[in-house]
Structure formats: structure tokens, C-alpha cells
């Protein structure tokens, strides 16, 4: 079914389209993700455990290809996968010549001496970007996420070396409460609600369409379950980019955390107390006793810069008057990439 005005107003509120079977276009279909089947996940007690899983599915699946290669950031998530990957190809992204979060960049470069890995730049600048942008929106039918682009720049470069298969460590914050923003605090409805969305659809478009049922289908009275919401709503969001870029640059990927399963709750006390993600936290300072845990970032992207000076879209479907300046970066792409794509569909 095809509903451009839906599919508008759920990407610029969630960063994709939330209903099966919704289109933008009927020239293009838009691809979800294949999530984890939730009977294959593996229950997980302790740090030991987790560590125990990945290498055993890190052995078995490297068994299937030729040559292993690891997204490699300054984070622990996948510090942690590298430990179990010495001498493998790491690839980690570097912006505005290596000026842009350097402090990260050193990370990487620790972690990938500790254990041997070869690291490999995949230098990032908003031609990169440009030039990935028409064919990842063509492969998800659909805007895209601003880390597609330079996730399938470095799938590319890495099948140039060779690399058949790529670890990523993605998973690890759905799994275990990395999000620890969204965990903060028990939410009421309207507090997750406004606070989870990332651009209203009545702020800029012409014929929005209100994605609030969703977040209904989680309401308890006045709050919300959004421990459930995280692990359905912001897990799909996040696999359906991964999986598109690699799909789109023709590697295949693999993800150890995807398939585990905290098998006692989330301890939100210790979440909000500054120890998110403790679990995996214990289990760094396993395999690196000599390093810092890290803090937690997102994956890097300099969208404040590239977007410094955009005035914003100017296509009929979006209002005249939107004021840019309250918009950040990650937003102000969001209004560029659904433009960009509407464009090329236009084209089509």
C-alpha cells in the first residue's frame, strides 16, 4: 500500500517506516530488517557468560568465510568483539581528516594494538556521503539513517581487501541498557512520547500524519512500557540501518550480541546510578585490565557541520515557514535525506 504521507511523518518521527507493507512509492518497495527470532536468543547471567557466547558464535561463524574484518569505534562494544578477533582487519571511520573526535580515534587505535588487529582508516567527508546516498535509498525504498552512508563506504572498502564477512557490536545496547538516556527515569506517556520522537510531523509538513498510535499500543494507564518499546520500536530502527548498508555494498555481516538475552531484568537502579551497560562494562575490563572504560558515544558523524548553513527544504510538501534553528544536525538530516529521496523518486 502506497501512503507517502504516513511514510513522511514516520520517518521524520522514528527514522523509519514503522508499518509493514507501507510504501512511499509504488516504484519502490521499502525493506525492514529480519529481526532476531526471539526463541534463538541465548539467556546470558554474567559478564563470564556473555563473553563465553560471543566466542563461541565468533568461532563458529568465522568458520564459513575466508577473511573476518570488525567495525572497529572507540567504544567498548566492540573493543570487546576485538578481543576475540587478534590479527583480523579493523575498520574504523575518521572524519574532517582525522580532526573530528579524535579522542575516539585513539580508542580504536588502543584497542586494536592490544590485540594485533591491522586497523584500516575509512576517511568520511560529505562526498563519501553523496555518493552512497542514491543507492542505499534505493536499496531500503526509503530515506535513510545518516550512518548508512559511511557504514556502506567502509563495507566497500573492505571488500576491496578482501574482507567476505564484518563483525559490528550494534546490538549491544538494545540488549543490554545502553540506552541509558531513554532508561533515566520511569516515563509518563507523554513524557516518553515527546522526548523519544525525533521531529514532530505537524512542525513541518504540510498533511502530517500523527505516529502516536504506536507508542498507544505500549501505554500502562498514564506511563508507558518503554523497556518493551526499546526493544521492539528502537531495535528495528537501528538493525533495518546496518542491515541496509551492508546490503546495499554487497557484504555480508554479524552481530554477536544480537542473539543474547539478559536473563535476569535490567537493574535500572544501576543504569541511573552511571552504570549503563554494567554487564559489558565488567566484561571490558576483562579483556583490557589496562584500559579505562570508555564513555559511551554514538556512532561519529559531523551533521552539525555539514549542515551549518542549510536553509532548509523547500519542497511543496513541507511547510514555508520552518525555523532551521531549533532543528540540530541528526534532525536537520532527517528534512535533507526525505528531500533528497522524494527528489530521486521523482526521477524515477
Not at 563470564?48 to 568458520?63: A, S, V, Y
Not at 572497529?72 to 582525522?98: H, K
Not at 537493574?267 to 554487564?279: A, V
Amino acid at each position: 500500500m502506497v501512503d507517502k504521507n504516513l511514510s513522511m511523518s514516520s520517518f521524520l518521527t522514528l527514522r523509519y517506516i514503522e508499518k509493514p507493507g507501507v510504501d512511499f512509492t509504488k516504484k519502490l518497495r521499502y525493506r525492514h530488517p529480519t529481526l532476531p527470532a526471539e526463541d534463538d536468543r541465548i539467556l546470558v547471567h554474567t559478564a563470564q557468560d556473555i563473553g563465553d557466547e560471543i566466542g563461541k558464535q565468533l568461532q563458529t561463524i568465522r568458520g564459513r568465510y575466508k577473511k573476518t574484518g570488525i567495525l572497529l569505534s572507540g567504544g567498548m562494544d566492540s573493543a570487546i568483539l576485538a578481543s576475540f578477533l587478534p590479527g583480523c582487519d579493523a575498520y574504523t571511520f575518521r572524519f574532517l581528516g582525522g580532526d573530528y573526535q579524535k579522542e575516539e580515534l585513539q580508542r580504536a587505535e588502543a584497542f586494536a594494538k592490544y590485540y594485533g588487529l591491522t586497523l584500516h582508516y575509512v576517511d568520511i567527508d560529505w562526498n563519501t556521503v553523496v555518493e552512497n546516498l542514491e543507492s542505499i535509498m534505493m536499496s531500503k525504498g526509503g530515506p535513510v539513517h545518516s550512518i548508512e552512508p559511511q557504514i556502506c563506504q567502509g563495507a566497500k572498502q573492505a571488500m576491496d581487501d578482501g574482507v567476505d564477512l564484518m563483525i559490528i557490536g550494534d546490538g549491544s545496547d538494545y540488549v543490554f541498557g545502553g540506552m541509558d538516556q531513554l532508561l533515566s527515569k520511569d516515563w509518563t506517556f507523554d513524557e516518553f512520547y515527546h522526548r523519544y520522537i525525533y521531529i514532530k510531523p505537524e512542525e513541518v509538513l504540510k498533511e502530517p500524519v500523527s505516529i502516536r498510535y504506536l507508542f498507544e499500543r505500549y501505554r500502562q494507564g498514564n506511563g508507558i512500557d518503554f523497556l518493551r518499546f526499546m526493544d521492539v520500536v528502537a531495535t528495528e530502527e537501528s538493525y533495518g540501518s546496518y542491515s541496509n548498508a551492508f546490503f546495499t555494498a554487497g557484504l555480508d555481516y554479524f552481530d554477536p550480541y544480537e542473539k543474547l538475552k539478559m536473563a535476569e531484568p535490567l537493574d535500572l537502579h544501576r543504569i541511573r546510578s552511571g552504570e549503563s551497560k554494567y554487564l559489558i562494562r565488567e566484561l571490558f575490563r576483562m579483556r583490557y585490565p589496562d584500559i579505562s572504560v570508555p564513555n559511551k558515544l554514538p556512532m561519529p558523524r559531523p551533521v552539525d557541520v555539514y549542515f551549518a548553513d542549510w536553509k532548509g527544504p523547500t519542497r511543496p510538501e513541507f511547510c514555508d515557514d520552518i525555523d532551521m534553528r531549533k532543528y540540530k544536525g541528526n534532525q536537520k538530516w532527517l528534512l535533507w535525506c526525505l528531500e533528497k529521496f522524494l527528489n530521486m523518486v521523482d526521477e524515477l
